[in-house]
């Protein structure tokens, strides 16, 4: 009766959501976006209004949050909030929230809760480090600055949101600082992981390389 669990860190644009989603895939197995969690929650405490730093408020209002995934879509309390979330302003909600600790623990308990009974690929910053620290393989992926804002503005772009690289870059670089700096759980690679730097990869050749690893462990 053992899963299987997949984690793969990294800061944004590292290629993370895309390459997790594909491993999944080919493997047969749930894929669960972690960033997709926070950022659904930054976006219910920012459209309630609800201070970033009142922690006593976030605490009380936690549980109002019900997030369910089915089909790869993610609902919040019911409406269908995939789309919504995937914008750059969402992005810097949910890194501003989830520096609270009863956020993140909302958030772990979910992929908890949802690894122990399935086999998994789970994306996000501190998956190999804090919240699955016993996963079968841990990656994580990595590329230089400018490549990540670029892959960013160009999925933006094609998503047909009037972005500048400028402030995308400015974006991912704030972002990089804050989840690398923070107290609870920073972004940074497990000591076992496998650090991959994806720059100058294609995104088959990451996944052709993870598959790579995936057989050699059998
Ligand atoms: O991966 P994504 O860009 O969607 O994540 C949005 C934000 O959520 C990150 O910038 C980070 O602050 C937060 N996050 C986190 N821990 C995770 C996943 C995301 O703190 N495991």
Do not use: C
Not at 96 to 117: M, P, Q, W
Request: net charge neutral; glycine share 6%.
């Amino acid at each position: 009766n053992h899963t299987i669990k997949i984690a793969i860190d990294g800061p944004a644009g590292s290629g993370k959501s895309t390459i997790a989603q594909k491993i999944a895939d080919l493997l047969g197995i749930f894929y669960l976006n972690s960033g997709a969690l926070y950022r659904i929650i930054g976006y219910y405490l920012d459209n309630q209004q609800i201070n970033p730093e009142d922690s006593k408020t976030i605490m009380n209002k936690i549980d109002d949050i019900e997030i369910v995934i089915k089909n790869n879509k993610y609902y919040l309390n019911g409406e269908d909030v995939s789309d919504k979330i995937k914008n750059a302003k969402s992005g810097m909600l949910a890194s501003i929230y989830s520096k609270n600790a009863a956020v993140r623990e909302k958030v772990n308990h979910l992929i908890k809760e949802i690894s122990k009974k399935n086999s998994v690929v789970v994306d996000g910053r501190d998956i190999g480090t804090e919240v699955l620290p016993n996963s079968d393989i841990k990656i994580f992926l990595t590329a230089s600055l400018e490549e990540r804002a670029r892959r960013r503005w160009k999925e933006l772009k094609e998503r047909g949101e009037n972005v500048s690289y400028q402030d995308i870059l400015k974006e991912i670089e704030e972002r990089d600082k804050a989840d690398s700096t923070r107290n609870i759980s920073p972004l940074r690679p497990a000591e076992d992981a496998i650090i991959i730097d994806t720059t100058n990869k294609t995104i088959e050749d990451v996944i052709q390389e993870i598959v790579n690893i995936l057989k050699e462990k059998g």
